[in-house]
DNA sequence: GATGAATGAGTATTCATTCAT
DNA sequence: AATGAATGAATACTCATTCAT
């Protein structure tokens, strides 16, 4: 029916009751539909019929559409979060934080398009999402900042106009091109204020070890 | 009913046939609703009862929901566009123009909001607005680059970052803060790679005329 | 399909516009169907099949079900309470009040069965049926018991319960026995503290002219 | 979970098997939320929750609710009759008789409200019960006729009039009045032909002793 | 026997679209 | 052209019932 990509929940569920993998089976394939057509196009009976279960299964696990989707959402933002805290635990450079979490962002998105596309689609309808990356991506500025690496002010609109760069890079990067990355990096951190070489130079050491 | 915005199809109509003006209507009120409620929340009868009409006379003029969409699109490209063209004739430096099409645009969103807002929503929908706008802003990028103003090569990716950072601009600007407008052209100049108090430089003496 | 009952809102509406006609068609079906298979189990679809339109004019016309009961139910009160007035415009003796009002209200259960039907099934579940049957019929007993003819104080227990035998006449009358109009008029004088022998005789001069 | 009513059905099977157990639990469970929510709006899984056993075990004991209903019914009504035939024994004089069967039943009802809710609603439901009431009614009438006490001659017309005025009893009964078991009483010796006044003296001899 | 997950038929409701007036 | 009543497909949600464990 649908694509290679990896069953996030199922995953997390497979030696748990059989409630639990059910539960899981429509979470992951409330991903591969919303992925396809969307939130609001994603009927319930999509997702049951995919995850080869009758519609009135669903209701035995969740009260509602939005109730599966915020869980669905949820779930994706913990997971890869957990991918770039790992990668950046050992990072204290402000510009190299926000180099490798973009990156690390980005390879994901090529790992797991799914899982993105769909958590970028919840984070319209799933206001925490989005606050919570602003509050995180906020701390990593202000600390470029007091570094003297960024030349710009902290605000809320610079913290959105990197998350929207990084959304453009996604958007674009239907065909999977590796430099996509270097480039969406390289433009964060002009638009912080490094200049275009400096921007480069930092990108390539921060990457290519 | 409702707002104080100005109608611009009924004003384009003013002096045509009574079918003309209905129609315009039409397009006048689904511009209101839907900058209201959103697209796929935005239904018919919405529109006719805005515009004091019976929901079947709908039919009378539009095949669906999907070709007024586009009628409305295309209007209000066309109207904001010649706004900003009016205002580009006589410029000839690249960082300029890109300054004051982008401050043009928010205006124009500051004056009429509705207009800008189905703009935008639309354009997802709707992929030729978005791509002949990518068309316009390439020819001054490559200009720009062409003048030794911006030092990053022009692609894709590129035009799409700007026009990303002039939609955040416009998500965040609820509370029609003018400054907003500034800062929106300064990083944009940033991110084609001119410095950030060369950028401020710009945008003043832009703007400031 | 059913009933040869007369159409209580059709008869009204005749002569009004198509949207006042098909009103009145579901109105009426929901009498119908009411009386058949009972308040909880009549469906939209039940009403809107038997009145020969689709499921969806419904909801043209009415909230929900309970919107269309209530008009159903105000309709047939103030239908059958129209007979009732005209009989008892000139009656001033409470006794012959009492009677005069529940033998027409049963004449009117022989001639349309199901209107009464409904009303006492609607009474349930809308109080207001109730309420103001109390109000009027409270009014008559206290006359009564000012002229004399009741030997009985009135409190809410008498006026239900002078309802409740009106209402056992109604279940049992499945037959259509006029006689059991007389008896049930005599039981509920019996009930206000009138004598068997004088309860029927006052039965029998106020209802063999 | 709530009332403290006496579990009628598991009172009867504390020393029989498991079996039997859960099934007096569930019969119990099923008057609880009867008499709170009503017939047509108790789910299975209300009565099973509310005997903390899981859905599927109301299958092991019933073939539907129907079946359980009617269990419930016939159960409540041999325990209720059962109260009433021992008060019943040593009394012949028929309107005797009638009051305290009458008062008898509408004691139990101020003890077990829940009981006596359910049984009435069951009524409409399950004809047996009102048919095997009217039989046992009946007979006391028709003695209380040739005793000479009743002045009105027996029919099924008296006999639902009289269990018709029981009923109204109970549904004024919210406010758990015991004056109104008296005046209830009066009220169907009144309707039986006896006078107003013989009807107060003989209910205070038959209840104050 | 008990469990509780899964089932799917049944129902209310919405709304784009048609068409007779 | 405009009207607005009627349509019916689409969809969410409920709950009695089944059945594998």
Redesign the pocket.
């Known amino acids: 029916m649908t694509s290679s990509a990896h069953k996030l929940f199922q995953a997390q569920s497979m030696n748990l009751?059989?409630?639990q993998?059910?539960?899981s089976a429509l979470l992951d394939s409330a991903i591969s539909i919303v992925a396809t057509k969307g939130f609001e196009a994603?009927?319930?009976?999509d997702i049951?019929t995919h995850a080869?279960?009758?519609?009135?299964?669903?209701?035995?696990?969740f009260e509602?559409?939005e109730q599966l989707m915020h869980e669905v959402a949820t779930g994706l933002a913990i997971e890869i979060t957990r991918d770039i805290d790992e990668q950046m635990k050992t990072i204290n450079n402000a510009a190299t934080r926000i180099i490798v979490a973009t990156a690390t962002f980005l390879e994901v998105a090529l790992r797991e398009p799914e899982w993105v596309q769909v958590l970028i689609k919840s984070s319209d309808v799933i206001p925490e999402i989005q606050s919570n990356l602003v509050k995180y991506l906020k701390k990593d500025l202000e600390l470029g900042f007091e570094q003297g690496h960024f030349k710009v002010a902290v605000d809320l609109l610079l913290v959105n106009q990197i998350i929207a760069l990084t959304k453009v890079s996604l958007q674009l990067n239907r065909r999977r091109d590796k430099g996509i990355t270097k480039k969406t990096c390289a433009g964060i951190l002009r638009l912080l204020g490094i200049s275009a070489a400096q921007a480069n130079k930092l990108v390539g050491s921060a990457l290519d070890t």
């Open positions: 009751g059989k409630r993998r059910t539960r994603t009927k319930i009976t049951t080869g279960l009758a519609n009135g299964t669903f209701y035995n696990h509602d559409k």
